[in-house]
């Protein structure tokens, strides 16, 4: 009888296990279902968008959607031969964005470090008037921005574009958050070992924070690459256009060429996409250490 009830008590258990896994494996199955349908669903735009730079299109476009590309150069020859200063565009796009990244990247990175580990008076009162800002809605600084430049003589030239991103409200908060998170006892035992306040901040916060960085870096360049409100109103000639500015320029009167601006608007979105890609690996880096930090 004890035999047989501890057989009948392990195929019980054997039971209750397979159909524990069973129910788990069904929710990772469900998981994976959700992911590859989100995911299918997010980069499909991206897709509809070179399928259709890959097929030639003329004046009208297609009625249904184009899912099998033709795999043709036709609408990037016409866009190329047809528009001179397209090369000019994206030239002073990547100028705008990496010098605007780079500005973020240094000037944000020392407003939070100031506010994250340094003591002075008036430090929370000044940070939250900063971040006051955040609530002013961007259109409402045009016109003195816009006056501003023109007294300096900046407007139709791409610093009109760089100076006035050189910080960023929302890059110090996300900076400060970060180095926040780190130890202040290497701060220290820097100093003991003679290094100054700029060598404290160059050899051991900039070096730490530099998921944080990476995480900032990819949002100030897609915002930077893909602004179009500001450019439009401070350039004036069509060879200081951006890409943005540009692209949205091919679109005509009378008629409108889509093929030039399906291919126009792809190669605008390969820097982005490969940017990305190049600082993915610190910006889920920045992720999981947040995560854990936090």
């Known amino acids: 009888m004890a035999t047989e009830t501890t057989k009948t008590a392990i195929f019980t258990q054997e039971q209750e ?14 998981r994976w279902v959700v992911l590859i349908v989100t995911t299918v669903v997010a980069l499909f735009p991206m897709y509809w968008l070179f399928a259709n730079a890959f097929t030639p299109i003329l004046a009208t476009p297609p009625l249904t959607p184009i899912l099998v590309p033709a795999f043709k150069l036709d609408n990037f020859e016409r866009l190329l ?11 002073n796009s990547f100028i705008v964005a990496f010098v605007v990244t780079t500005f973020h990247a240094f000037f944000d990175t ?13 430090r929370n009162l000044f940070f939250v008037l900063i971040l006051s800002t ?20 900046l407007i139709d030239s791409l610093w009109a574009l760089i100076l006035p991103g ?8 996300l900076m400060r958050q970060y180095i926040q998170t780190l130890p202040s006892e290497l701060e220290d035992a820097a100093r003991i070992d003679g290094c100054s306040e700029w060598g404290v901040f160059r050899h051991v916060i900039f070096p730490l ?3 944080g960085i990476a995480a900032l870096a990819i949002f100030t360049f897609v915002r930077s690459w ?15 256009y951006t890409l943005t500015v540009g692209v949205a320029n091919l679109q005509g009167e009378f008629m409108t060429d889509w093929g030039i601006i399906f291919s126009g608007a ?5 820097p982005m996409v490969v940017f990305f890609l190049f600082f993915q690996k610190y910006f889920l880096e920045g992720v999981r250490m947040g995560a854990l930090k936090g």
């Open 81 to 91: 031969v047809n528009n001179k200063f397209y090369l000019n565009w994206m030239l």
């Open 17 to 30: 296990s397979s159909k524990r896994q069973f129910r788990f494996n069904g929710q990772g199955i469900l």
């Open 166 to 173: 050189t910080a960023w409200v929302f890059g110090i908060f």
């Open 110 to 122: 020392l407003a939070g470090y100031a506010f994250a580990k340094k003591r002075f008076p008036g």
């Open 226 to 240: 893909n602004d179009f409100l500001w450019p439009v109103i401070a350039l004036n000639k069509a060879q200081n």
């Open 209 to 211: 924070a530099r998921p």
């Open 134 to 153: 955040l609530m002013i809605p961007i259109h409402v600084t045009f016109i003195p921005l816009y006056i501003i430049n023109r007294q300096f003589g």
């Open 266 to 270: 792809a190669l605008a979105a390969i």
